[in-house]
């Protein structure tokens, strides 16, 4: 409690608090838009945070997340089409809650969902993350091995719809990431005699190519301008509805806030699957599931408690292990990278400042985010119209001149192309993302591990399968797969 009360004071200076409201009403804007993420928010500011202090950083880069789950339900609400895809399931009763003419009502609803569901799993982040980070800290190479697999299988067994096509992205992943120096030896590896290459493809350029510029591709593709009479207009009055009603569906977001974070902590699944799972979950263990879809609070709750539920969830493998829970939590740890610091058990241990600051902005950008978007709930709404003609070449130039200021070099401009052309035909063939983008942040992990283990072990691979936690992972990896597997082959025996 200590160190949380620290962490909160050192956020609680002007410069952060500024920071932390700046960032989360931006991100706010960006999940509001259609078009634009919490995670491409995050891309753009991360280049900023260069000059930064580590805590300042993340107080800004915490707020764009947080701003930027929860903005999508503005969009969603009023204008029936999600703002980002964690706010997909808001639109199901959301939309119609607006068309019946209680649009301020669905605001308020999901305004209080999300606050309640984020702080639920901020909670639960910093209850477990002291306890999974000390069991962490007795791994040894042989377990992080063990571990980086797991979730790389975890990822690639999240592409239910074509398992094939999750592996492949996870395996080209590690492909771009050994591209370089080797780590232990120093071999330089696939540079084909340039000089750029020895450095290796680096995190953010990708993460800026990947997710940034493939959704200005993409988006650049799609001719639809949003008019001003296309979106609902509202009143609203205090949050829009009676607590009495609100505190009936108490457990109905206790289950979705708990639904989020479960999910959140699993490794690449995150808050896009969150909201649907848990709104299907409402929907099924509700007395009058023929109400679902017609516009009822249930489930705008489900849907908005659970996705900003799984913010605090993702963040307990990166701030415990060092893998990142989702996209916008592989930035952040490509942010920590940037100022020296490696997610993990060791964080905890050597920076608690830091641990703790992070648990402190977490508490100050959700209550930001409460009032921001109860206040400024007309502006945002406005800020639909902006036509995409006006942001995509702002975008654009954004991601390059960041890109290129975080190392000086104009070969990381180049790649961020390079990656977005990757990223559109991922798009275009189907191919899940985010398998590819944590293939390439744990591919080195494993690595590095498996050659460490090796060593010490002169070269046998015994120890993987006689170490009890190690065995354990390697277990659960097969597990995924062959779960995965069998769920496919029943889906295609029914079809």
């Excluded at 607006?98 to 982040?125: N, P, R, T």
């Excluded at 007395?287 to 017609?294: L, N, Q, R, S, W």
């Excluded at 293939?439 to 992990?445: C, D, K, T």
Aim: proline content about 5%.
């Amino acid at each position: 409690m200590d160190l949380l009360f620290q962490g909160l004071a050192t956020m609680l200076t002007l410069h952060n608090i500024l920071l932390i409201f700046f960032g989360t009403a931006l991100g706010i804007v960006f999940g509001a838009i259609p078009g634009l993420t919490a995670t491409m928010a995050v891309v753009l500011c991360l280049p900023l945070t260069f000059g930064m202090e580590p805590l300042s950083a993340m107080a800004l880069l915490v707020g764009l997340y947080i701003g930027g789950i929860s903005g999508g339900l503005i969009s969603a609400i009023l204008l029936n089409v999600p703002g980002t895809p964690s706010s997909i399931a808001t639109t199901f009763d959301g939309s119609p809650m607006a068309k019946h003419g209680e649009a301020g009502k669905a605001l308020g609803i999901g305004i209080v969902a999300s606050f309640i569901g984020g702080l639920f799993s901020i909670l639960v982040l910093i209850l477990i993350s002291p306890l999974l980070a000390s069991v962490a800290l007795k791994f040894s190479p042989f377990e992080y091995f063990a571990l980086a697999v797991f979730a790389i299988s975890m990822v690639a067994g999240m592409s239910e719809k074509n398992l094939e096509k999750g592996i492949l992205s996870s395996v080209l992943g590690m492909m771009f990431a050994v591209v370089g120096t080797a780590p232990i030896d120093g071999t330089a590896r696939f540079t084909f005699g340039h000089y750029d290459l020895q450095a290796g493809f680096q995190l953010v350029p990708l993460l800026i190519g990947m997710y940034a510029l493939t959704e200005v591709i993409e988006a650049a593709g799609v001719r639809d301008t949003i008019q001003k009479d296309q979106v609902h207009d509202y009143s609203i009055k205090g949050f829009g509805f009676r607590w009495s009603e609100f505190l009936g569906q108490k457990w109905n977001l206790l289950r979705s806030s708990v639904i989020g974070t479960l999910i959140g902590i699993m490794p690449g699944v995150g808050p896009s699957l969150s909201n649907i799972v848990s709104y299907l979950t409402a929907k099924n263990n509700s007395k009058y599931p023929e109400k679902f879809g017609t516009g009822i609070m249930d489930g705008i709750i489900a849907s908005e408690a659970a996705n900003n539920a799984s913010i605090g969830g993702a963040m307990v493998p990166l701030i415990t292990l060092g893998i990142p829970g989702d996209a916008t939590t592989a930035l952040l740890l490509g942010a920590l990278t940037l100022h020296g610091l490696r997610p993990g058990p060791l964080l905890m241990k050597t920076n608690p400042q830091i641990v703790y600051g992070i648990f402190g902005a977490l508490l100050i950008s959700n209550v930001c985010m409460l009032a921001i978007e109860y206040l400024g709930m007309r502006i945002f709404s406005r800020l639909l119209i902006i036509q995409k003609q006006y942001l995509l070449p702002v975008v654009v130039t954004l991601c390059v001149i960041g890109c290129i200021g975080i190392n000086n070099r104009v070969f990381d401009a180049i790649t961020i192309f390079l990656f977005a052309i990757v990223g559109y035909l991922f798009k275009k063939f189907d191919f899940p993302i985010t398998p590819m983008v944590l293939g390439f942040i744990l591919g080195p992990m494993a690595e590095e591990n498996l050659r460490r283990a090796l060593m010490f072990s002169k070269g046998s691979f015994l120890p993987f399968f006689t170490r009890p936690i190690s065995l354990c992972f390697l277990l659960a990896s097969v597990a995924v797969l062959l779960l995965v597997l069998c769920k496919k082959r029943k889906q295609e025996k029914n079809t």
